[in-house]
């Protein structure tokens, strides 16, 4: 496996060029936060909009969306119940995230995205949406463009291989036939493409381990596949370890990192890797 270093997103953050405009950086659309976890669905929005995609959208329960709004008026909010204007808002979305704060019982959501996706869109599939989709044994319309996004026990769940089964060879195989991106997170996150070299991020660490951080990268790895056009697994790489690399950086002077002041430091940090 490639360890990823700094270079991934020399490779990958590119220069905004002079004449862009918000729809240079195009549409992504969170979907999740119920009534119990808005506050999942709010982490994956901002840190979707901090990383530097054109225009957000999220589809969460009516009652969050003051909070969203409190919290990040850049991002527009639709009621996660209208199925109408959902539809709609998904159709001209460049990237879907699915799952943060979603909770167990809104398959329909996950059923309405996989039925209205088009090869053209990229979809991230995380928390609750990853083991509705386990569960229930759905297929994907488009694997290629796909990223799932599990810890090792909802990776569990989506494979079947229990957590201590879980070696490169097995799970090379299992996303050989699945078709689709893995990003297995742990305490040495891994990066599955199918047929393809993969990475391993070895600078993850305890200070991480706190509620929303996972949302927080569901929402970056969206971020970057809004707005830069090189090859997939690379820019879901590099949104993967600048969400640590700046975990790394902030646990210096901190015993735990929240997810909140860690998306804070995206922008500074892309800043400064940005080339071209």
Do not use: W
Not at 107 to 134: C, M, P, R, W, Y
Not at 255 to 272: C, G, H, N, Q, T
């Amino acid at each position: 496996m490639i360890e990823l270093t700094d270079e991934i997103l020399r490779k990958v953050i590119k220069k905004r060029k002079k004449d862009s405009y918000k729809g240079t950086y195009r549409r992504l659309l969170v979907i999740g936060g119920n009534a119990q976890y808005g506050g999942a669905a709010i982490l994956a929005t901002t840190s979707a909009v901090y990383s530097g995609a054109g225009l957000v959208s999220v589809a969460l329960a009516k009652e969050n969306h003051g909070a969203l709004h409190a919290r990040l008026p850049e991002a527009m909010t639709i009621d996660f119940d209208d199925l109408s204007a959902l539809r709609e808002v998904a159709k001209s979305a460049d990237v879907i995230v699915i799952g943060p704060g979603l909770g167990l019982e809104r398959l329909d959501l996950l059923t309405e995205v996989l039925n209205l996706l088009t090869e053209k869109q990229k979809l991230v599939i995380d928390g609750s949406a990853l083991t509705l989709f386990a569960k229930e044994q759905l297929s994907l319309p488009y694997p290629q463009n796909t990223i799932f996004t599990p810890h090792e026990m909802e990776l569990e769940r989506l494979s079947s291989l229990k957590i201590g089964q879980q070696t490169k060879e097995a799970l090379q195989d299992f996303v050989n036939q699945e078709g689709a991106i893995i990003v297995a997170k742990s305490s040495e996150t891994r990066i599955f493409s199918p047929n393809q070299e993969n990475f391993i991020l070895k600078i993850g660490l305890p200070a991480q381990a706190t509620g929303g951080m996972g949302d927080t990268l569901a929402g970056m790895i969206g971020g970057f596949l809004a707005q830069f056009h090189g090859e997939t697994r690379e820019t879901v790489a590099a949104a993967t370890y600048l969400h640590s690399l700046i975990a790394s950086h902030l646990a210096k002077k901190a015993y735990v990192v929240l997810p909140s002041r860690l998306i804070e430091e995206i922008p500074l940090f892309m800043k400064k890797y940005e080339c071209g």
